[in-house]
């Protein structure tokens, strides 16, 4: 019985070595660890359930709805809403994505082709590597200096070398928390000879808009989310641009792609979306709160952010022992150390409420 389960197995691997991509075989999964029993600090998630009151009325609009058969595959009433809450000209389409990884690999698809291009600052959201890894795209990361801003020569001169059909702009960047200034995104914007995507995954925490720039731009993509609001476990990525471009996008996007539950939890939460913006502007003056404390230890290096998170720097070789110590305690936070040469001894703390906050420091202190 061994030896025919040895067998067999042989068959399966030695499939898999003939019809997988090399590429792809050398890959590892994108890590999402463990975080039963955790404080979790480290995936930009809003800590807030919602009211008791708003949760009742939730389940009811769920009772009436009905799993047997497929959702309306354009998802009308969710973009009402957005439109409503995100004060979106009808002048701009609207795609919705089952989480913006699903949108960044449909703009991707959309542009790729034999030597085509991809680029992002780094150190930056790693799907954008990634998806271009996939999709058998030539990939640039353009290095930020070492306050993480742009060097915009540098930038311009990739951009006329290298000629990309696609680049990403996280603004506030992820995982450095800050926005490089308006006239060097323009200047990257004009030079572009392809498609830009200002991606404002974390828009609801900064007043910075970028959203009136589709009127200057024609070759000007918005990417936003609600994931970073309160509504992460939906996966609702949100694309707005031009219907020249979200059309051909759209040919793209697998049917029914946003499902009925989404789609009925996006519009009642849409419709009662005052209580996520007050939710953000706690964690907004939380942020202030934790940058300050986070200053008060001598042995850290904190950096502004705009975002949902702060990024620290640790004394040099310390990351990974203050990053277990922490889990050792029972929070967790994300090791950055390791991933980007700009982001040694890094580490990236997630915003949570005051109690949590405070457990985080009360865990941090007597590791420093």
Not at 208 to 225: F, G, H, Q, S, V
Not at 259 to 281: I, K
Not at 305 to 326: C, D, K, W, Y
Request: glycine share 6%; proline share 6%.
């Amino acid at each position: 019985m061994t030896d025919r389960l040895s067998e067999w197995q042989d068959k399966i691997e030695a499939r898999v070595q003939r019809l997988v991509r090399e590429d792809i075989r050398k890959l590892t999964a994108y890590p999402v660890p463990n975080s039963s029993g955790f404080l979790k600090l480290d995936a930009m998630e809003n800590p807030f359930t919602w009211p008791a009151e708003l949760q009742q009325q939730w389940q009811a609009t769920l009772a009436d709805v009905h799993v047997n058969r497929y959702p309306h595959p354009d998802a009308p009433e969710v973009k009402q809403g957005l439109r409503r809450v995100m004060n979106i000209d009808e002048r701009w389409d609207i795609l919705l994505g089952n989480g913006s990884d699903e949108l960044i690999q449909l703009i991707a698809m959309a542009v790729a082709g034999a030597g085509q291009t991809l680029m992002a600052p780094e150190p930056s959201f790693v799907m954008y590597r990634m998806i271009a890894q996939y999709l058998q795209m030539d990939y640039v990361g353009v290095p930020l200096t070492e306050r993480f801003e742009i060097d915009l020569e540098n930038t311009l001169a990739r951009i006329e070398r290298e000629q990309p059909a696609l680049i990403f702009l996280a603004q506030p960047n992820n995982p450095t928390g800050n926005l490089w200034g308006d006239e060097k995104l323009r200047r990257i914007i004009e030079a572009a000879p392809g498609l830009v995507v200002i991606d404002e995954a974390y828009t609801a925490f900064t007043e910075a808009d970028y959203l009136p720039w589709l009127e200057d731009y024609p070759n000007l993509l918005i990417m936003r989310t609600l994931s970073k609001v309160g509504l992460a476990g939906l996966r609702l990525g949100i694309l707005i641009g031009d219907p020249a471009w979200v059309n051909e996008i759209n040919k793209l996007r697998l049917p029914y792609n946003i499902g009925n539950l989404v789609q009925a939890t996006a519009t009642f939460a849409l419709d009662h979306f005052e209580v996520f913006q007050q939710q953000t502007q706690e964690l907004v003056k939380q942020r202030a709160v934790l940058i300050e404390q986070l200053r008060a230890l001598p042995e850290l290096t904190v950096y502004d952010s705009e975002a949902n998170f702060v990024l620290v720097r640790t004394a040099p070789g310390r990351a990974a022992e203050i990053h277990q110590g922490l889990k050792d305690a029972g929070v967790l936070i994300k090791k950055l150390d390791g991933s980007h040469a700009l982001l040694n001894d890094c580490l990236r703390i997630t915003v949570g409420s005051a109690p949590e906050n405070n457990r985080l420091m009360s865990a941090l202190v007597p590791l420093l």
